[in-house]
């Protein structure tokens, strides 16, 4: 008594109102989740069913025991981390995608996945203004796509030793800074580097990498007998959105001869708009590029796309051709499953392409533009108000503040903003997550979520305010 | 003017009889795109849209250029590789899945998902007879889940110093067979050991690993100065499904001291049948397991499910804590991104618990039970005919035959039966894939796609035979 297509129908409807009564209710939900460990575990049972249940019972399940334990990342007031955005067109794609059921490992597999997958990875490196030449490649994210620009990077300093030998005698050192994503690090473990021979350069007191600290450690380890790899540079770091500077950097990598990979995984969104082309300065002389559609483009999570200036190199890295895998096409079209880690890959070309079209470039750009405004009015609420203040400044949708109310010490200080997040955050209110600058200890706000509207900012910036002066007094 | 929440819902319902009417009529198209390279391409256009378009016109090209370049891996006649099985329950899954967009790195940002794959993957544990103590988690796919295996025992044999210090001067070394899956090669290259460290030990005339020829590997890389690190043996090898006799290698790999992972991508779910617990015989012996509920499990493409004997030695080997993923819960819960590669993790345990609910054990035990009575009823015919015969025995729901008209020597029947399955596919009737044992190209069949019934398998035993027919006329 398996489900069949005709109840599929059925069910599958009653999901789409579910949905988008979901969407238009999500502002009035609990932001974050308030169960306890365990609390939703211990409602499951502990074995399997053995007879199939019906699609009522599993629904009803969903909704009582799975929903109250979720934490809602299309909330317009999901502030936190950096946003996971869903968008209209791109759940729809999701329906198509998980309707196909396609597995797109090579052109053979689905040509119409490859192809598309190959044209809208053009596109977007022409809205992002990348270097003609280069080619782009959807992963699932920007762990594993940093990933795989290291191994790349490893693969042409040893001509292509380590893949056949092993990681040699000799230390490859990767360069990053402490605000570098905790991926970078996860990565040079991985490729057997060592996490010793991660280098996190020096910052300036801006917290971007500086450029005379970094030449300075290649230097320095390049007498010492070290290999110097790769340089990881972050166009808007996790904690406080910091953005380096790529042109003065590139200068370093390449008169140094180090492989140049930039990390833009939430920020690059940023430069399809014409006033943030800057972000991107010096990217020609880089070696590969990551960001994340799945994070401020609207494309459902999961969607990376990875971007490099020579794609021989990278398929070389990666490439295995078993027998069951030779096809007639092979050389004339993309196989992407030698362009990464996983020999399978979901269609994810289609959200992509539905979420570009719908929005239109220019909506796209619209919508950036709104969030960077949103920054913009929040920053100047700060700057207005007596009881907060910024500790690292605005970059685009992102800024790090706090709380400061008069007379109170620095431990005081981060007491009272521990305070403060865990109590906005209990609320439901809204989302927030902290970061520390400087032994400040600050909340991190990022304007970006798909369903934002300028009254949600309004709100949030008074219930701020208000939950700050009931924990006053 | 983009798509608001109202549209949505439109179109979302109109997308649902699209989705029940492709479902129904899938059998009626061809199985195997038919497109050439560059095809799809071409009509899609070099730039993206500056303006949004509308939903009807994406969905027009989504069907006239989309379609036709899809291979149709829910046609119940894919008979290719192994399938990548979606199901009703799982698709509504998708659809909430991508709803919430929830992202589920840690418990915080998603307290249901982590306690749902929790408890999902101890249900599974339990269907599939895996020991007491074990813990699971969903990776996206058993490529990443074997180089995380890898990694783990990398980590175990240099007692965690390779992730400090990277890869040391001793090869480390990887023991599998040339049957075993590209993605060990791609492994042991990743994680720095270098794909001359993967040794192929000999198989038995079955294409099997041989136990024998594992240990005096083993044994001569010790003598030799190499560290033998670990040993992948593969319940359901791509090619010819050949399954490793676990409870024999288990012996050697105990004895050596070497770390045993179980590559049991596909084969694995025939696990959930009583009749045929005796693939896990010796389990307990190993360090890990993966297999691949989106193969034939019915949850759509990806959710892997990784399984391993010391759950503390995978977290070191892949946690990692800066600030802003610090958490009060932490230690109370699973925090899964410590658990693998990425950090950013679909909602995967939903489609899980849909389908093993709407399904029932019993359910999931039946439709696995009615595919291994294709696979014998396939293999009656091939022996019972006078033009085929079986170049691999059936294991499970899977054999590899050939074509074999009379008279005829090796050569041409190679290159006969590349033509046949050139036929076949060019056909649309269905998809099958080739396999060459020890030298004789041969027709790979995996009788287990989700909507399989018994007249699909009588119609492609009787289009075969008429398609050989019209080869040889």
């Not at 929903?67 to 955005?85: D, E, S, V």
């Not at 994503?181 to 990498?209: F, Q, Y």
Request: hydrophobic content about 40%.
């Amino acid at each position: 008594m398996t489900m069949n297509i005709r109840e599929f129908r059925d069910r599958a409807h009653q999901l789409v109102d579910w949905m988008a009564d979901f969407l238009e209710q999500v502002e009035t939900l609990p932001v974050k989740s308030g169960v306890k460990p365990g609390e939703i575990l211990k409602q499951l049972p502990a074995s399997p069913p053995g007879k199939g249940e019906s699609f009522d019972e599993i629904f009803a399940d969903f909704q009582h025991a799975i929903m109250p334990g979720i934490t809602h990342w299309q909330h317009p007031k999901f502030f936190a981390y950096f946003n996971a955005n869903a968008s209209p067109p791109s759940v729809l794609a999701e329906m198509l995608m998980a309707t196909l059921g396609a597995q797109c490992m090579i052109w053979e597999t689905s040509p119409a996945a490859a192809e598309l997958e190959e044209r809208t990875m053009e596109w977007l490196a022409k809205m992002l203004g990348l270097p003609a030449g280069w080619d782009g490649v959807i992963h699932d994210t920007a762990s594993a796509a940093t990933l795989i620009s290291i191994l790349s990077a490893r693969e042409k300093l040893t001509g292509f030793a380590s893949n056949r030998k092993g990681v040699g005698r000799t230390p490859m050192r990767v360069y990053a800074t402490s605000e570098t994503h905790s991926s970078i690090e996860k990565a040079v473990r991985i490729a057997g580097l060592g996490s010793e021979n991660l280098v996190k350069v020096n910052t300036k007191d801006d917290l971007t990498m500086d450029p005379v600290a970094l030449r300075k450690a290649i230097r320095q380890d390049r007498e010492a007998g070290f290999l110097p790899l790769a340089v990881i540079s972050t166009l808007g770091t996790t904690s406080t959105l910091a953005i380096d500077d790529l042109k003065t950097l590139v200068v370093v990598t390449n008169e140094e001869g180090v492989w140049h990979h930039v990390d833009a995984a939430y920020a690059g969104t940023a430069a399809i708009l014409p006033e943030y082309a800057g972000l991107l300065e010096g990217i020609e002389k880089c070696d590969s590029f990551v960001f994340n559609p799945h994070k401020w483009m609207f494309v459902n999570f999961d969607c990376t796309a990875y971007f490099v200036k020579d794609r021989e190199q990278l398929i070389r890295t990666f490439e295995i051709l078993p027998e069951y895998l030779k096809t007639k096409s092979r050389g004339e079209v993309n196989d992407y499953r030698d362009w990464g880690i996983a020999l399978g890959r979901r269609f994810r070309a289609l959200k992509l392409w539905f979420v570009i079209r719908s929005y239109g470039v220019e909506g796209l750009q619209e919508k950036v533009r709104q969030h960077i405004g949103f920054g913009k009015q929040f920053e100047k609420w700060i700057k207005e108000s007596s009881d907060f203040e910024i500790i690292y400044p605005r970059n685009l949708n992102f800024m790090v503040f706090r709380w400061h109310p008069k007379a109170v010490d620095e431990d005081e200080l981060n007491k009272l903003n521990r305070e403060l997040i865990e109590r906005i955050n209990r609320s439901g209110q809204m989302f927030l997550t902290h970061a520390v600058v400087k032994g400040k200890y600050g909340i991190r706000i990022v304007l970006g979520q798909t369903y934002l509207e300028d009254r949600h900012v309004r709100q949030a910036w008074e219930q701020i305010n208000e939950m700050a002066a009931e924990l006053n007094s």
